[in-house]
C-alpha cells in the first residue's frame, strides 16, 4: 500500500528544502543587514536629493488623484520603490529618501537578495514535489496529520511568497520574516512532528471532506500567516513613521533600533499600502476560514451525525473566524481604522498557532489527528 | 501654477490621505453645498428622485450613539428618547465589534475546560477531582460554556444588534438601488485618476453618448447630464452588489442561528448496540439512549429494520510505535428492510458513509467484542447465554470489561466480572491485550455470589456491578478463583458453577439522527459566504465623464471615487479616458467594436498611453495635448 521509496524520497527532499531555505535566509539576511547598515552612507545622499526630492514630489502629486489603496493593493499597483509617486502621503523626506532607493538595489544587496529569493524558489519546487510524492507515496493527499499538515502549509506560504514577489520585487526584502518563521515551523514538525508515511485513520477515510476541508485549511493557514507578516509590518511602519517625525522635529537621530529599522521600512511600501494589502490577503483568509468552518461542519455531520458540537478544535476555529470578523468589522468601525484593526488581524493569528499547536498537542478532542497518541 | 491648482493639490492630498485611513472621501466643500440644496429640493417636495442623503444616513445609522453629544442631552430625551439612545447604542458599530469581540473571548472557557455536551462523564470526574473551585465554576456555567447564561446572552445581543442594524440599512439600500447615480461634481480634478484630454473637432453630445454606452457596458448605472455652456456629463456607479452581499451575509447568519435553533427543537438523535447476525428495528424501547428537542413528537418515528450482517475491523500492524495496532478499517455491512421501498438492500457503513434512510441517517460510530459466554449456577441451570457486550477500556490493544449479571442463579444470585482480551496477556501487569485484533482471545473472569440488588428498583447500569456487597467464589485453597479461558474452554468453579467461552463475536454501535433544519442551515451558511465575497470583493465605485466644448474642439475629462477598498480605479479611469479619446478620434468611422469594457483596459492593439499627469511629472501642465491626436 505505501511506497516506502517514494517515502523515503519525500523526506529526503524536505531535508534538501530545508537546507536551501537556510541559504535562503542566510541570502535574505545578509541583504538585510546590508540594507540597514548602507543606511548612513544615504543620509548623505539623501540630504542631497532632498532638494530635488521635494521639488518631483510637488510635481507627481499632479493632478490626478490616485486612491492610496493604488498604490499598495495588488499586482496592479506599481512595482518599483523608486517610482511609486502616489505614494503621497508621507510627503517631502520621506519620498524623497525612497526615491534613492532605486539606486541602492544596485551593488551587493541585490547580489544576496537575489540568492535568498532563488534559494527560496528551488527550495519551494522541492518543498511542493517532496509533498506530492509524500501524496503519492500513501496515495492520499498529503495532510493525515500534524508533520504532513505544517510541510504542506510552508510549502504554500514559500509559494505565495515567491509568487507574489516575482511582480512586486520590493517585497523580495520581506524574505527573511517570511523564511524565518517557515524554516522554525519546518524544524518543529522535522524533529518533533515526523512520522512514517502511513494510512489514514479510518475516520478520515473515505472522505473527500478530507481534502476540502483540511486543504481549504491550509490555504487559511497559509493566507493568515502571511497576512500577519504584513500586519505586523504595517504597524512598525506606522510607528517608525511616528518615531521618526518626533525625533527629526527633536533634532535627535534615530538611534542603535530605529535606525535600521527606518532603513527597512523606507523600502517597503507605505503603512496605507501595507494596510491595503494587509485587507486583500485577509478577506481571502477570511473566506477561507468561513470555508474550513463550513466544510468542517458538513464533515463532522457526515462523521459523528452532529455538525457542530463545540469539540476544542470547533471551539478554537470559531474563536479564529470571530477575531478576523472583528477585523473586518474594526476597519469599518470609527476609531479602530487603519492601526487598531491591524491588532486584531495579529489577535486572529495567535488564535491560529493557538488552535495549531496547543489544541492539537495539549487538549484532546475527536480532531486529535496529530498522530501523536 | 497658479494658486487654484496648489488648492486643489492640497486638497486631493488630503483626500488620498483620508481614503487610505478607509473613510469615505469628505465631497468637497461646492458639492456639500450643492447636496445640501438638493436635500433642500428634497424636503420640497420636488421631483427629484436622487437620494443623496442616503449614504451619510447610513453612516449615521451605525455609527450613532457615539456617546459624547448623544449623552449629554439624554435628559431631555424623555423615556422614548433614551430607549431610542440605547437602542442606538446597542445597534452601532462599536457595540457590534465590542459584543464580537466578547463572543470569540468568551468561548475559550469551552475548550480550557470539559464541557458537559461533550463528554459528560469526564466532566463529573473533573469537578469531583477539583473540588469546591470546580464547583464555584460549574455554578458560573464554565461546564456548560454554550448554553450557559453570558454567553447565550451575548450572542442573542449580537443578533439583535444585527437585526437592528440590518433593517434599516436594508431600507436604505433598496432605495438606493431604485434611484439614479448622483450628480456629476463640478471639480473633477479632485477625483482619482482624473485624466484631461482635448480633443480636436467632435461633438459634445456624441462623446456623452459614446461615454455613456461604454460605462453600461460595464454594468455601471449610468445618467447624462445636461450642463451649463453646453457641457454634458455622464455619471455613473457601479458596485451596488457589495452593499447587497453584505446585507445578505448578515441576514444569512440569522438565518444560520435560526436553523441551529429551529434543528435543536426538532430534531432527535439516539444510540444503538448491534451484535453481528441480529436485527434493529426502530422504536423507542431499542434504543440505548434517546434525546429529543422540546418540538420533536416521538410517535412519528419511522418504522425501519436492519440486520448487522458482518463487521470487520482492520489494525495496523507495522513495527513502528505510533502506528503499531492504530485502527485501519472498519466497515458495518448490514441490510435494511425500508418499509418505503419494496424489498430489502444492503449496504456497507463506514465512518464517513453513513445510511440515510426515512429522512434519518445512522452513523457508525463505535464498536468492541461480544465474547458468547454460558454460564451456568451450582445447580447446573444456564443462567446467561450469548454474547455479551463489553466496554473497550481505552487502550490501543481494545482490554475490553465484561460484567454479566445473573439474577435467576440459585442458591445466590450471580455475577461475572472481569476481561475480554483480543491479544491476551496475563502478566504482572495483570490481564491486558496487547492488540486489537483477534490474534490470541482470551477471557480473565472473577465470579462473585450475593445479592445484585436489583429488586429495590432503582434503574442500574447494565454494564457496571457493585462488587463491593458480593463474595467472590474461592477455588479449594480459599483464593479467588481467576477463571481464564480461550474460545472452546470452558471451566467449572469450586461452588459447581461453571462458564464456558463459546466464541466470539463483534458488535457496533450506530448513532441515529434526524435534524430536519439541517439543510436549511446549510444553505444559509452558504449564502451567508456567497454574501460575504460579494460584499468583499466587489468594489464599488463611482466614475464620472465630462465633455465640455471649447475653441478647438471638445475637452474631455473623466474621474472617478472609489467608495470602497478599489486598487484598480485609478487604471481602469484612464483606461476609459484613453478609449473614449481614441474612438473619438476616430469618430468619422466609428467602429462599434472598439466598446471594451472599461473594467478590462486589456485592448489589443497598441495605442499610445495617454500622458497622464501621473506619469509625466515632470511638466506642470495637469493636461496634456499632443499624443491622442
Ligand atoms: C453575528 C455577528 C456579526 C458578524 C459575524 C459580522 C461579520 C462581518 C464581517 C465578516 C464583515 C465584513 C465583510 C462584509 O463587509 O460583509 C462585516 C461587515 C459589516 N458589518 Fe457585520 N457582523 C456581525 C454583526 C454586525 C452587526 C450587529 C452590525 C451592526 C451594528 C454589523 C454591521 C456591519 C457593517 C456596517 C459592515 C460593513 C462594513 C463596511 O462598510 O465595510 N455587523 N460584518
Redesign the pocket.
Known amino acids: 500500500m505505501i511506497d516506502q521509496q517514494l517515502a523515503e524520497l519525500s523526506n529526503l527532499l524536505i531535508i534538501v528544502t530545508i537546507v536551501l531555505y537556510v541559504l535562503a535566509l542566510i541570502g535574505f539576511g545578509a541583504d538585510l543587514s546590508g540594507v540597514t547598515q548602507r543606511r548612513s552612507d544615504e543620509k548623505l545622499e539623501k540630504q542631497k536629493r532632498e532638494s530635488e526630492g521635494a521639488r518631483a514630489e510637488l510635481a507627481t502629486v499632479g493632478a490626478s488623484a490616485g486612491t492610496a489603496a493604488a498604490a499598495g493593493g495588488g499586482p496592479g499597483g506599481s512595482t518599483d520603490a523608486g517610482t511609486t509617486p502616489t505614494r503621497t502621503a508621507t510627503a517631502g523626506k520621506a519620498s524623497a529618501s525612497r526615491g534613492s532607493a532605486g539606486a541602492a538595489t544596485s551593488g551587493n544587496a541585490l547580489g544576496a537578495r537575489g540568492f535568498g529569493y532563488v534559494m527560496a524558489s528551488i527550495g519551494a519546487v522541492l518543498h511542493i514535489t517532496a509533498m506530492v510524492l509524500r501524496g503519492v507515496a500513501t496515495w492520499r493527499v498529503p495532510w493525515g496529520n500534524m508533520y504532513e499538515f505544517s510541510m504542506t502549509s510552508s510549502a504554500l506560504i514559500v509559494a505565495l511568497f515567491v509568487i507574489i514577489s516575482i511582480r512586486r520585487k520590493d517585497l523580495r526584502l520581506l524574505g527573511t520574516l517570511v523564511m524565518l518563521p517557515v524554516l522554525v515551523l519546518m524544524l518543529i514538525a522535522q524533529t518533533a512532528w515526523i512520522l512514517p508515511a502511513s494510512d489514514l485513520t479510518p475516520s478520515l477515510q473515505n472522505s473527500h471532506w478530507l481534502i476540502v476541508h483540511i486543504g481549504v485549511a491550509i490555504i487559511a493557514t497559509a493566507l493568515s500567516g502571511l497576512g500577519a507578516i504584513v500586519a505586523a509590518l504595517q504597524l512598525l511602519s506606522t510607528r517608525t513613521q511616528k518615531v521618526r517625525a518626533a525625533r527629526e522635529a527633536a533634532d535627535r537621530p534615530l538611534g542603535r533600533f530605529w535606525g535600521p529599522v527606518s532603513a527597512l521600512t523606507e523600502r517597503i511600501p507605505g503603512p496605507e499600502a501595507l494596510e491595503a494589502l494587509c485587507f486583500r490577503l485577509h478577506s481571502l483568509a477570511?473566506v477561507c476560514w468561513t470555508f474550513t468552518l463550513i466544510f468542517g461542519a458538513v464533515w463532522a455531520n457526515e462523521a459523528w451525525g452532529r455538525y457542530w458540537n463545540w469539540d476544542p478544535k470547533e471551539v478554537w476555529t470559531f474563536v479564529i473566524w470571530?477575531v478576523?470578523?472583528c477585523y473586518?468589522?474594526a476597519?469599518?468601525t470609527r476609531g479602530f481604522r487603519g492601526n487598531k484593526a491591524a491588532w486584531f488581524a495579529l489577535a486572529g493569528f495567535a488564535c491560529v498557532i493557538i488552535n495549531y499547536t496547543v489544541v492539537n498537542l495539549v487538549i484532546n478532542g475527536l480532531h486529535s489527528y496529530s498522530g501523536l497518541g | 501654477m497658479t494658486q487654484e491648482d496648489r488648492r486643489a493639490r492640497k486638497a486631493q492630498r488630503r483626500a488620498q490621505s483620508r481614503e487610505a485611513k478607509g473613510e469615505d472621501a469628505k465631497p468637497p466643500r461646492s458639492e456639500r453645498a450643492r447636496r445640501a440644496r438638493d436635500e433642500q429640493k428634497d424636503q420640497m417636495g420636488t421631483a427629484s428622485t436622487r437620494d443623496r442623503r442616503v449614504a451619510p444616513e447610513a453612516r449615521d445609522l451605525?455609527q450613532a450613539g457615539k456617546s459624547g453629544k448623544a449623552g449629554a442631552s439624554l435628559p431631555k430625551l424623555g423615556v422614548r428618547g433614551t430607549l431610542l439612545f440605547l437602542w442606538r447604542q446597542l445597534?452601532?458599530?462599536q457595540?457590534?465589534l465590542f459584543?464580537?469581540l466578547l463572543l470569540a473571548i468568551a468561548a475559550v472557557p469551552g475548550s480550557l475546560y470539559p464541557q458537559r455536551n461533550v463528554d459528560a462523564s469526564k466532566t463529573e470526574q473533573y469537578i469531583s477531582e477539583h473540588g469546591s473551585w470546580a464547583k464555584f465554576l460549574d455554578t458560573l456555567g464554565f461546564f456548560d460554556v454554550f448554553s450557559s447564561v453570558w454567553f447565550s446572552a451575548i450572542y442573542l445581543l449580537?443578533?439583535v444588534?444585527?437585526v437592528?442594524?440590518?433593517i434599516p440599512?436594508l431600507g436604505v439600500h433598496l432605495r438606493q438601488i431604485r434611484s439614479r447615480p448622483p450628480r456629476t461634481p463640478s471639480r473633477l480634478r479632485r477625483f482619482a485618476g482624473f485624466t484631461r484630454v482635448e480633443l480636436p473637432g467632435g461633438d459634445v453630445e456624441a462623446v456623452a453618448a459614446r461615454a455613456a454606452k461604454t460605462l453600461k457596458r460595464s454594468r455601471y448605472r449610468t445618467d447624462v447630464l445636461e450642463e451649463k455652456g453646453g457641457a454634458r456629463s455622464v455619471t455613473s456607479e457601479r458596485g451596488y452588489l457589495r452593499e447587497t452581499?453584505?446585507l445578505l451575509?448578515?441576514v444569512a447568519?440569522l438565518g444560520v442561528l435560526v436553523g441551529v435553533a429551529a434543528g435543536g427543537l426538532f430534531q432527535y438523535r439516539g444510540q444503538i448496540t448491534v451484535v453481528e447476525g441480529e436485527g434493529f428495528s426502530n422504536s423507542l424501547a431499542e434504543y440505548d439512549s434517546f434525546e429529543q428537542g422540546a418540538w420533536y413528537d416521538s410517535s412519528k418515528l419511522p418504522s425501519f429494520r436492519f440486520t448487522l450482517d458482518d463487521f470487520r475491523a482492520e489494525y495496523d500492524t507495522s513495527s513502528n510505535e505510533h502506528r503499531f495496532g492504530q485502527p485501519k478499517k472498519f466497515e458495518a455491512d448490514v441490510t435494511v428492510d425500508d418499509p418505503d421501498k419494496s424489498g430489502e438492500y444492503s449496504k456497507t457503513l463506514r465512518v464517513n458513509q453513513p445510511l440515510h434512510v426515512q429522512g434519518t441517517t445512522m452513523y457508525l460510530l463505535g464498536n468492541g467484542y461480544a465474547p458468547e459466554v454460558t454460564v451456568k449456577d451450582p445447580d447446573g441451570n444456564v443462567v446467561a447465554e450469548g454474547p455479551i457486550i463489553t466496554i473497550p477500556s481505552g487502550d490501543t490493544g481494545y482490554t475490553s470489561q465484561l460484567v454479566i449479571k445473573a439474577p435467576d442463579a440459585q442458591p445466590k444470585q450471580m455475577a461475572v466480572v472481569g476481561f475480554f482480551l483480543p491479544t491476551g496477556v496475563i502478566d504482572e501487569k495483570g490481564p491486558h491485550s496487547e492488540f486489537p485484533g483477534l490474534v490470541n482471545p482470551q477471557l480473565a473472569l472473577t465470579v462473585y455470589n450475593g445479592d445484585l440488588g436489583l429488586d429495590d428498583g432503582v434503574p442500574k447500569n447494565a454494564y457496571q456491578v457493585d462488587v463491593s456487597s458480593l463474595t467472590p467464589v474461592a477455588d479449594s485453597d480459599g483464593n479467588q478463583s481467576l477463571v481464564s479461558l480461550t474460545p472452546g474452554e470452558s471451566q467449572t468453579l469450586a461452588d459447581g458453577s461453571s462458564i464456558s467461552f463459546d466464541g466470539v463475536k463483534r458488535y457496533a454501535a450506530f448513532d441515529i439522527k434526524r435534524d430536519p433544519f439541517q439543510v436549511f442551515t446549510l444553505v444559509m451558511a452558504l449564502s451567508a459566504v456567497l454574501?460575504?465575497v460579494l460584499?468583499?470583493f466587489v468594489p464599488r465605485r463611482r466614475v464620472w465623464v465630462r465633455a465640455v466644448p471649447s475653441a478647438h474642439g471638445v475637452v474631455l475629462e473623466v474621474a472617478g471615487l472609489a467608495r470602497?477598498d478599489d486598487d484598480r480605479l485609478v487604471e481602469d479611469v484612464r483606461a476609459l479616458a484613453e478609449r473614449l479619446a481614441d474612438s473619438a478620434s476616430t469618430a468619422a468611422d466609428p467602429s462599434p467594436s472598439d466598446d471594451t469594457s472599461a473594467d478590462s483596459p486589456s485592448s489589443d492593439s497598441p495605442r499610445p498611453a495617454p500622458q497622464t499627469p501621473e506619469t509625466d511629472s515632470s511638466q506642470s501642465k495637469p493636461s496634456h495635448e499632443g499624443p491622442l491626436q
Open positions: 477570511f470571530v478576523y470578523a473586518l468589522h476597519r469599518a | 451605525r445597534t452601532s458599530m457595540t457590534a459584543l464580537l449580537l443578533f444588534s444585527l437592528g442594524c440590518v440599512r452581499g453584505n451575509f448578515h447568519l454574501g460575504l460584499s468583499l470602497s
